[in-house]
């Protein structure tokens, strides 16, 4: 490691977005439509589909109106598998994605002007974990999922949640020096300020991390792992005057195997904060906002991985490489002339998977 890092962060599940749409009525029941419905935002991206609107950390994404991508539609607050659900009108926040841990809740969308006085949130739901069993299977990870977009009706464009982590996977026979593995939740946008405060979008969940060293370490050793829920969006100039900011990611799963003496892995699945209004000061309120939940550790023995992800020596290939010019005329003293080679790469080794031409 000598210090550096693999950092999967915010590469995961993609988060949902909206364009900015406008209805005026607050809405806390519709859980599911289409994303042509301006009453209700987009949902992030898990493992029960790909919604229409993304946001993949570096731009926006639009699939087409024919491409909705999840039961039912792409849009609305109820959360699909480990993707939090997008905040519905009037200005709610997005939930946070889960994986590890559940993620939170998003904030209640305005309670004033046009929209009607209620008690009830139109918040997105919270991601559920990426397992129902008791504990995630060690063969099956899954990346974090995204959180939902907050409702914008103001912004100069839509309010994004945020990417979950991606899946690392170390599989080695020794490990040494002292460094970092990140896959972190990324967090959720602010509810933008354009004239009048938006919601805010949901925190990514933490990614999964898998680390399986073979040998007994004998090289001091000190590992940081991080899968840790992405933090919600805070909504913006509106003290006094609530809107809804986004839940906290879930946390990650980290399962990690290092045998040997003067080895240290400090691992980190906390959950997401879920935002405040204000910008998040110290004079901020959740408004209805929930943190996710911790994530999943758990350290394993060599004899728990099975034997197709075992470190075998024999496995690994043992490569023959032939290059022949069949070009035959002499092409040594001109600039520019093209010499045709053919190329032949054969394994020689003798493990089952390697043992293949």
């Known amino acids: 490691f000598n210090g550096f890092s693999i950092d999967g962060s915010a590469r995961g599940f993609r988060g949902g977005y909206?364009?900015?749409?406008y209805t005026g009525e607050n809405n806390a029941t519709t859980y599911v439509g289409p994303s042509s419905n301006t009453a209700i935002s987009g949902k992030g991206e898990g493992i029960a589909g790909t919604p229409r609107y993304m946001w993949d950390g570096f731009s926006q994404v639009d699939n087409g109106a024919a491409n909705e991508g999840l039961p039912g539609g792409s849009s609305g607050r109820g959360a699909p598998a480990n993707a939090g659900g997008g905040g519905n009108d009037h200005n709610s926040g997005g939930g946070g994605g889960g994986n590890g841990g559940y993620g939170g809740l998003g904030g209640k969308g305005w309670q004033g002007g046009s929209g009607a006085t209620s008690p009830s949130t139109g918040g997105g739901r919270p991601g559920f974990t990426s397992f129902k069993t008791p504990e995630p299977e060690l063969t099956?990870?899954?990346?974090?999922?995204g959180g939902g977009a907050g409702d914008a009706n103001n912004a100069i464009d839509g309010v994004k949640g945020g990417v979950g982590g991606a899946i690392i996977l170390i599989n080695a026979g020794n490990i040494q020096g002292n460094g970092f593995i990140k896959a972190n939740g990324g967090p959720g946008a602010p509810g933008s300020f354009a004239g009048s405060p938006d919601g805010a979008g949901g925190g990514g969940a933490g990614g999964s991390v898998f680390l399986?060293?073979?040998?007994?370490?004998?090289?001091?050793?000190?590992v940081t792992i991080e899968a840790n829920g992405g933090k919600g969006g805070n909504t913006l100039n509106d003290l006094g005057n609530s809107h809804g900011p986004g839940g906290g990611g879930g946390g990650g799963i980290i399962r990690y195997?290092?045998?040997?003496?003067?080895?240290t892995i400090n691992p980190s699945v906390t959950a997401g904060a879920f935002g405040k209004t204000d910008n998040g000061s110290l004079n901020g309120v959740d408004h209805g906002a929930q943190?996710?939940?911790?994530?999943?550790?758990?350290?394993f023995i060599s004899s728990d991985v099975p034997p197709n992800l075992q470190v075998n020596a024999s496995c690994f290939p043992i490569l023959e490489t032939t290059v022949k010019a069949l070009t035959t005329s002499e092409v040594c003293g001109s600039i520019g002339a093209k010499v045709t080679y053919e190329?032949?790469?054969?394994?020689?080794?003798?493990?089952?998977?390697?043992g293949v031409d």
Do not use: D, H
């Not at 909206?18 to 749409?21: E, L, Q, Y």
């Not at 399986?212 to 000190?222: D, E, H, L, R, V």
């Open 212 to 222: 399986n060293i073979s040998n007994t370490n004998a090289i001091a050793t000190n």
């Open 140 to 145: 099956r990870l899954i990346m974090g999922g």
């Open 257 to 263: 195997n290092v045998p040997g003496t003067g080895v």
């Open 343 to 354: 190329i032949q790469i054969k394994n020689t080794g003798a493990g089952n998977a390697a």
């Open 18 to 21: 909206s364009p900015v749409a």
């Open 291 to 299: 943190p996710g939940e911790a994530g999943f550790v758990k350290s």
